[in-house]
């Protein structure tokens, strides 16, 4: 293993995979977005062949200047350097077999690093609307975890996908495991969906109650959002659609005005302006 996940500053595990739980690409987006603002070197790579199905994840054809060359499907870990705090970052598309051998894999890495915090990021459709602020929903199974980051307990049964083996592993193995979800508006689920990977980027924040680079992640959100207002106002039953999602959120969100996410608010635009 790259001695360069060894020794590392108070660091965090932030791992995303596409596929199943990744809607609109918005959480993968999250881990492509803090190694591109903190600069990160990819440091390993977990090789495809034991656990992909080339003809559901195929290699991709991508341009490298005049020339094109063959992608093929891997999990790749980078290492991004954010002032007091370190990132591993673990990124790549869930693996179509041997999940309990990919997930070693996985718990490998993450024996080297000895993470302070392993983050697990997804994102789900939802019925929420785009003009809204996009719900970011984090859990946690380990009742420590939950006391220190102020986090829900999972009440969630049903099937899952890599993220939550690979998060149930952490767990097992003594890790301080964090889950964040991200909300999806169903009907804009094309991606990408910069507002929803923003809203996650906030909650990160919070959690590690530090400020994160956003680069220029806000324009694209407002573009993003700018954009989905202008078609929708093309088509009368998809503007009448939205305005009902409005009226029901605001009307549940009503109670939210006050409380926790006021004091979250002011605490973001502190750490924001201390800098």
């Not at 054809?61 to 992608?71: K, L, S, Y």
């Not at 006391?147 to 939550?164: A, F, H, K, R, W």
Request: charged share 25%; net charge negative.
């Amino acid at each position: 293993m790259d001695e360069s996940l060894r020794n590392l500053q108070r660091p965090v595990a932030l791992l995303a995979f596409e596929g199943w739980n990744d809607a609109a690409d918005a959480a993968t987006a999250v881990v492509a977005h803090v190694g591109l603002v903190y600069d990160a070197d990819v440091v390993y790579e977990i090789d495809g062949d034991d656990f992909y199905d080339y003809q559901q994840t195929r290699p991709r054809v991508v341009a490298e200047g005049e020339n094109r060359v063959i992608e093929w499907p891997s999990t790749t870990i980078g290492v991004a350097h954010a002032g007091d705090r370190d990132f591993v970052l673990i990124s790549g598309p869930e693996p179509n077999m041997r999940w309990r051998a990919y997930t070693q894999a996985i718990m490998t890495v993450l024996r080297s690093v000895q993470p302070e915090l392993v983050v697990v990021m997804g994102a789900m459709l939802t019925e929420e609307p785009h003009s809204r602020p996009l719900h970011v929903m984090a859990v946690s199974d380990d009742p420590r975890v939950r006391d220190q980051l102020g986090v829900q307990p999972s009440e969630y049964e049903g099937p899952t996908g890599i993220v939550g083996i690979v998060a149930d592993a952490c767990s097992r193995a003594g890790y301080s495991v964090v889950s964040v979800w991200g909300s999806v508006p169903h009907y804009v689920a094309n991606p990408p969906n910069p507002k929803a990977t923003l809203a996650m980027v906030r909650r990160l924040e919070d959690l590690l109650n530090k400020t994160l680079e956003l680069g220029d992640l806000p324009d694209l959100a407002a573009a993003w959002e700018r954009g989905v207002n202008q078609l929708a106002s093309d088509d009368p039953e998809v503007a009448e659609y939205v305005a009902r999602l409005e009226r029901n959120q605001d009307a549940s969100d009503l109670p939210e005005a006050t409380g926790e996410s006021i004091a979250a608010e002011f605490q973001r635009y502190f750490r924001r302006h201390e800098r």
